[in-house]
């Protein structure tokens, strides 16, 4: 057994350690490790976003009962390690993006001292989904010029919540995009998607007339070209697990045609030319005409309302492009399994 004056004294060097600055836990030849029998990881919030950054500190578990904070040295020489999640600068955590990939875990962060890899720590941070909202785009042109899509969307459990929504977009030509809701996030619209068409380019202005040469009239100014027509708005349809056809008010989709460009402007007439000078001859010489401005192209026609199709839980995600991912596919088959094991 530890003697109580042998933990104060213990207890006094790492306090006047700490406040030097200096570790904690003493120099390289201290005894004190010995002392310690765990750590705990204090994370700034119990729950994260993913892709969310996170500050933590964290804080050593005496023999005893005495509980001491970590400095900024000792924690540069911890070694941490976690799942779905990465260390970052300063002892905090950068959660990864992959909502998948936190699905079932959360956030799993270990750590342990590198004097003694014996004294550790681990603790779960909850994945949340209403940082920010989720809005896809169905481009409308360059590398994602299709003008189709799908949203597919089923209802899970996971080990922190009753009922979680995975959605996923799919175009031809990307790679499927995936979003999670938690159940604060059921609403209507919780999923935007924006199809709306191209808007026309404006026509090109008209070319400036000439100036007239002595005595002559200037040249009319060139009329402007027509406005482009503006694109069709896209069509994304949506499938849902059946009987969670609900889950389709959960998107809202914008697809109007794009706006037709407006007409060119016409170009200025040139100016008249001088009188001729020196002459007894009389001239009188015209500006050239302005030219018409072009006609505005015409608004494109809207897309479609989304069509609904359910489809059984079983076919539902085999039947998306992410199954083809095998990282994807692991993450949603242990959420089918969870859901399908707890009947939830």
Same mark, same amino acid.
């Given at each position: 057994m530890i003697k109580?004056?042998?933990? $104060?004294?213990a207890?006094?060097?790492l306090?006047?350690?700490?406040?030097s600055?200096?570790?904690?836990?003493?120099?390289?030849?201290?005894k004190l490790?010995t002392f310690?029998? +765990?750590?705990?990881?204090?994370?700034?919030?119990?729950r994260?976003?993913p892709?969310?950054? @996170?500050?933590?500190?964290y804080?050593v578990?005496?023999?005893?009962?005495?509980?001491?904070?970590l400095?900024?040295?000792? $924690?540069?020489?911890l @070694?941490?390690?976690a799942?779905?999640a990465?260390?970052?600068?300063?002892?905090?955590w950068?959660?990864?993006? !992959? #909502?998948l990939a936190?699905?079932?875990s959360?956030?799993?962060?270990?750590?342990?001292?590198?004097?003694d890899?014996? #004294?550790?720590?681990?603790?779960?941070?909850v994945?949340t989904y209403g940082?920010r909202?989720?809005?896809?785009e169905?481009?409308?042109?360059?590398?994602y010029?299709?003008?189709?899509?799908?949203v597919r969307?089923?209802?899970?459990?996971?080990?922190?919540?009753d009922s979680?929504?995975?959605?996923?977009?799919?175009?031809p030509?990307?790679?499927?995009?995936?979003?999670?809701?938690g159940?604060?996030?059921l609403h209507?619209g919780?999923?935007?998607?924006n199809?709306?068409?191209?808007?026309?380019?404006a026509?090109?202005q008209?070319?400036?007339?000439?100036?007239?040469?002595e005595?002559?009239?200037?040249e009319?100014?060139?009329?402007g070209?027509?406005?482009?027509d503006?694109?069709p +708005?896209?069509?994304?349809?949506?499938?849902v697990q059946a009987?969670s056809?609900?889950l389709? !008010?959960?998107?809202?989709?914008?697809?109007?045609?794009?706006?037709?460009?407006?007409? +060119?402007?016409?170009?200025a007439g040139g100016?008249?030319?001088?009188?001729?000078?020196?002459s007894?001859?009389v001239?009188?010489?015209?500006a050239?005409?302005?030219?018409?401005?072009?006609?505005?192209?015409?608004?494109?026609?809207?897309?479609?309302?989304?069509?609904?199709k359910?489809?059984?839980l079983?076919l539902?995600?085999?039947?998306?492009?992410?199954?083809?991912d095998?990282?994807?596919r692991?993450?949603?088959s242990e959420?089918?399994?969870y859901?399908?094991?707890?009947?939830?």
């Amino acid at each position: 057994m530890i003697k109580v004056s042998t933990l $104060v004294a213990a207890v006094c060097a790492l306090g006047c350690a700490s406040a030097s600055g200096s570790s904690a836990l003493g120099g390289p030849e201290s005894k004190l490790v010995t002392f310690a029998r +765990g750590l705990d990881i204090l994370p700034a919030s119990p729950r994260a976003c993913p892709g969310e950054l @996170i500050a933590s500190t964290y804080q050593v578990r005496i023999a005893g009962g005495s509980i001491l904070p970590l400095t900024e040295s000792d $924690v540069a020489a911890l @070694i941490r390690h976690a799942v779905a999640a990465e260390p970052a600068r300063n002892g905090g955590w950068q959660m990864s993006t !992959d #909502v998948l990939a936190s699905a079932t875990s959360g956030f799993r962060l270990f750590v342990a001292l590198g004097r003694d890899t014996t #004294v550790r720590g681990d603790t779960v941070v909850v994945p949340t989904y209403g940082c920010r909202a989720t809005l896809w785009e169905l481009g409308p042109g360059g590398p994602y010029s299709a003008r189709n899509a799908y949203v597919r969307l089923g209802k899970l459990a996971t080990p922190f919540y009753d009922s979680a929504v995975v959605a996923v977009f799919e175009a031809p030509g990307r790679a499927p995009a995936v979003s999670m809701l938690g159940p604060a996030d059921l609403h209507h619209g919780a999923i935007r998607i924006n199809a709306a068409g191209t808007n026309g380019t404006a026509g090109r202005q008209g070319h400036r007339g000439e100036n007239g040469s002595e005595c002559a009239d200037g040249e009319d100014g060139g009329d402007g070209d027509p406005g482009q027509d503006g694109g069709p +708005g896209g069509q994304v349809d949506i499938i849902v697990q059946a009987g969670s056809e609900w889950l389709a !008010d959960l998107v809202s989709v914008s697809n109007a045609g794009g706006r037709g460009g407006a007409g +060119g402007t016409g170009g200025a007439g040139g100016a008249a030319g001088a009188p001729a000078r020196g002459s007894n001859a009389v001239c009188t010489p015209k500006a050239g005409r302005p030219g018409r401005s072009g006609s505005p192209g015409r608004d494109g026609e809207p897309g479609i309302r989304p069509q609904v199709k359910s489809v059984p839980l079983a076919l539902l995600w085999p039947g998306s492009p992410i199954w083809s991912d095998s990282t994807a596919r692991r993450a949603l088959s242990e959420l089918i399994q969870y859901t399908v094991k707890t009947g939830r």
